[in-house]
């Protein structure tokens, strides 16, 4: 026996989350990572991710953003790192559209605070932002940005100050469990634990084969733009954070101007990628993709798309109905997985970790996870 009480492997978003909140609990947590702390080969990488409240998914996210919230202001506090900023933020698009008629529906559900603009108050509001005459927008102050590196590596820190082993470059090769607890097999060793935590990112599918759950792996691309004029007008407080539908259904969506003044603005297609596999991504992000992003963002945001700076490719894992899994796994006693985030999972970063940690160690959580369960696509426990 190696001593350990619980093995995560997988320290992107979730996982040192997990490792985290284990440690903080007194457990014993050996951390596995197959490549370096706060990599870009993942998901959770890339400067900036959105995060808000009236969650047009479904209203059942909603007290978990609640709760996320707090802990994200915990994090900042307990690691002295820049994790997260509330900027507000705009869902924008014909009042029926999925971006608008989800987010009231949460917002009306929860009683959010609140408010909900036509295109003319939009364009005073955000002189940025060119609505089309039939769009409306649901504005929130609970909205804004967090910083994923930043973040991991204050789940990093704080874990292995609670005691957390963590181990890089350190890929598993293979899992099981055993009578009483779990086996994890890597190139340098084999590791014994009461309990096992996979956080696998888009290497679900090799990983979590026996779930039960179909992943796609959706390569997706982040776009840097200096915009005409200087990114002045684009920082926190002028510029929101926004998901922009089309009468089509396509979703974008960006960040203000948060770093220097050379660091441009980001912005990005939500959905809509190509598939791919975690080993075979193509990383190089083509001239024709960065014109079609600066196509589709001359009409809405005219200054923003002056002088393309850099782009970078990160990957969706996706169920089938873009709920995410976060469960005991059904085939296997010991082990708990966090997965199939669907490229929307980054906000509940904390909020997974607390939950993890709660399965983990007392088998149940008292947070709303029953969304979440793999049993839902049907298939259930092989075997
Ligand atoms: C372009 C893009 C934009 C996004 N925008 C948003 C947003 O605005 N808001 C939001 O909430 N969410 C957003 N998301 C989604 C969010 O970032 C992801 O849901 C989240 O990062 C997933 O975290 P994870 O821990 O599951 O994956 P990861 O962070 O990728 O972690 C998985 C880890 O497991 C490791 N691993 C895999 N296999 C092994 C193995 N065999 N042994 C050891 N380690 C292994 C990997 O190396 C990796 O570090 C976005 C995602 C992308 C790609």
């Not at 979730?14 to 457990?27: D, K």
């Not at 050996?30 to 890339?46: N, Q, T, Y």
């Not at 609505?131 to 820190?157: C, K, Q, S």
Request: proline share 7%; aromatic share 8%.
């Amino acid at each position: 026996m190696n001593g350990f009480d619980v093995i995560v492997i997988g320290l992107g978003g979730m996982g040192s989350a997990a490792a985290y909140h284990l440690a903080a609990r007194g457990r014993r947590v050996l951390g596995l990572e197959r490549f370096g702390p706060a990599h870009d080969r993942g998901s959770s990488h890339g400067d900036s991710r959105i995060t808000r409240q009236a969650y047009f998914e479904d209203p059942a996210y909603v007290p978990l953003l609640l709760r996320a919230h707090e802990l994200w202001d915990t994090l900042a506090r307990d690691s002295g790192r820049d994790v997260i900023t509330l900027t507000g933020g705009i869902m924008i698009g014909p009042p029926a559209s999925t971006t608008v008629a989800g987010s009231r529906r949460s917002a009306e559900q929860w009683d959010l605070p609140h408010e909900v603009l036509g295109a003319a108050d939009i364009r005073r509001r955000f002189p940025t932002l060119t609505p089309g005459p039939d769009d409306i927008a649901l504005y929130e102050d609970n909205a804004g940005f967090v910083r994923p590196e930043e973040t991991v590596r204050a789940h990093l820190d704080l874990a292995g100050r609670h005691g957390a082993d963590l181990r890089f470059h350190e890929p598993v090769r293979r899992w099981k469990t055993s009578s009483g607890g779990v086996e994890v097999v890597t190139d340098k060793g084999t590791y014994t634990a009461g309990h096992l935590v996979i956080c696998p990112g888009a290497w679900a599918p090799e990983l979590l084969a026996d779930l039960g759950v179909t992943f796609t792996i959706e390569r997706q691309v982040l776009y840097w733009f200096a915009p005409a004029g200087g990114v002045e007008p684009f920082r926190p407080g002028r510029h929101p954070i926004y998901v922009w539908e089309d009468a089509g259904g396509t979703q974008l969506y960006g960040f203000p101007a948060i770093d220097g003044p050379d660091d441009g603005v980001k912005v990005a297609f939500f959905r809509g990628g190509r598939t791919c596999t975690a080993d075979t991504i193509d990383r190089v992000v083509a001239d024709t993709e960065v014109a079609a992003m600066a196509a589709h963002l001359r009409g809405r945001i005219p200054d923003l798309p002056d002088r393309f700076l850099r782009a970078s490719t990160c990957m969706y894992t996706n169920t089938a109905d873009e709920h995410f899994v976060i469960a005991p796994h059904p085939a296997h006693e010991h082990v708990t997985v966090a997965c199939g985030f669907s490229g929307h999972g980054f906000k509940f970063v904390p909020v997974v970790g607390e939950i993890l940690a709660d399965l983990a160690t007392e088998g149940s959580t008292r947070h709303p996870v029953a969304l979440f369960d793999p049993g839902r696509f049907g298939r259930g426990a092989p075997g």
